[in-house]
T-cell receptor
Framework: KAGVTQTPRYLIKTRGQQVTLSCSPI?????VSWYQQTPGQGLQFLFE???????NKGNFPGRFSGRQFSNSRSEMNVSTLELGDSALYLC????????????FGPGTRLTVL | KNQVEQSPQSLIILEGKNCTLQ??????????LRWYKQDTGRGPVSLTI?????NTKSNGRYTATLDADTKQSSLHITASQLSDSASYIC???????????FGSGTRLSIRP
């Protein structure tokens, strides 16, 4: 069974631009969660989607948004990029929402110049 | 407030030696606890997952223990190898809640 895939793997943007990251969960998994990880920081929870609905949201500004499609694939969008948005963005999928084992993708490394 | 604290923040040991990483949590009620290994620039990979009724689980050279009474867990690595150099993250799942809680991780470096 294929694992969680994320595209692109690496991305370089400039301040003020916007970016869209994509995540394809493991087949059969309906929950997708997004995390931001900066150097020296732990994983910071962004949001979770289940069956195309946002179930939970972390403490991030409204510039961070996401959505999930009927095939469970998910996208995350960041608008008006700031230097501090440079990070590794991780996507994790699980079979159901809530307290369930998550499987992580390789991440997208975003650099904002 | 539900929290997960890991210690030490970083650790350097020689190849072949054993080490133990600690995780203390205040999450209640508690459902399960997981340890992940994260190589630099990669996504975390699950090592072990334990429910509140389990007190030890092994995965090769990795052994996790759990004391639900004291709310402590440890990850013991035996006969360390260079490939064990990574961050190890403790994650706690609250019972009945949908947001799991991550520790900030322990950065382990294995020296030849």
């Amino acid at each position: 069974k294929a694992g969680v895939t994320q595209t692109p793997r690496y991305l370089i943007k400039t301040r003020g631009q916007q970016v869209t990251l994509s995540c394809s969960p493991i087949s059969g998994h309906r929950s997708v969660s997004w995390y931001q990880q900066t150097p020296g920081q732990g994983l910071q929870f962004l949001f979770e989607y289940f069956s195309e609905t946002q179930r939970n949201k972390g403490n991030f500004p409204g510039r961070f948004s996401g959505r999930q499609f009927s095939n469970s694939r998910s996208e995350m969008n960041v608008s008006t990029l700031e230097l501090g948005d440079s990070a590794l963005y991780l996507c994790a999928s699980s079979q159901i929402s809530g307290d369930n084992e998550q499987f992580f993708g390789p991440g997208t490394r975003l650099t904002v110049l | 407030k539900n929290q997960v604290e890991q210690s030490p923040q970083s650790l350097i040991i020689l190849e072949g030696k054993n080490c133990t990483l600690q995780c203390n949590y205040t999450v209640s009620p508690f459902s399960n606890l997981r340890w992940y290994k994260q190589d630099t620039g990669r996504g975390p990979v699950s090592l072990t997952i334990m429910t509140f009724s389990e007190n030890t689980k092994s995965n090769g050279r990795y052994t996790a223990t759990l004391d639900a009474d004291t709310k402590q867990s440890s990850l013991h690595i035996t006969a360390s190898q260079l490939s064990d150099s990574a961050s190890y993250i403790c994650v706690v799942g609250p019972r009945g809640a949908s947001k799991i809680i991550f520790g900030s991780g322990t950065r382990l470096s294995i020296r030849p």
